[in-house]
């Protein structure tokens, strides 16, 4: 896994995304399916990142005094989550917690109905009352899911992708 800082063109929102590898991310935003999480923007660009370089082996980890006030006085970013150095973050537990999230995802996953493609009418039913409501989960392209948002109907992607039912090997 790999992760960019992000920038949309719209609102200069900075914010992180996981993918696969350069390839997957060049894949996803020529394929026009990256968005701001913030503001819906589609116009996507890699922001600038400092790199996560760890001090020489022979030097001490510590912070000096100018540093730790630094650290302990820099603004948290408006509302979003503080952000920590990449030196910082100990694989085993970010991977811990992606396994977490995944974990959750799938339990949610069991009680929802898979709708596939009908996804944007099932909801659009659900929400004008049509239809009883319930959790539901499918696909639809991001120009119907920024419809649907418009719409004052409450969606959003799932983190991780999940294969259709019948699909698993």
């Not at 510590?62 to 650290?71: F, G, I, L, N």
């Amino acid at each position: 896994m790999i992760v960019f800082d992000l920038r949309c063109q719209h609102g200069g929102h900075v914010f992180e995304a996981w993918f696969g590898s350069s390839a997957d991310y060049e894949s996803q935003q020529q394929r026009g399916l990256l968005s701001c999480p913030i503001c819906g923007d589609t116009v996507i660009e890699k922001a600038v990142m400092a790199p996560a370089i760890g001090p020489k082996g022979n030097q001490s980890r510590e912070h000096t005094p100018s540093q730790q006030a630094h650290e302990s006085t820099a603004p948290s970013g408006g509302g979003t989550a503080p952000s920590v150095p990449m030196t910082a973050l100990d694989p085993q537990a970010v991977k811990s917690m992606l396994n977490a999230l995944a974990t959750a995802q799938a339990e949610a996953l069991k009680s929802s109905t898979w709708v596939g493609k009908d996804f944007a009418d099932q909801a659009r039913a659900m929400h004008e009352g049509d239809i009883d409501q319930q959790p539901i989960h499918g696909q639809t392209s991001l120009d119907e899911a920024r419809e649907l948002i418009e719409e004052g109907i409450g969606v959003m992607p799932l983190p991780f992708p999940i294969r259709p039912p019948g699909m698993d090997n």
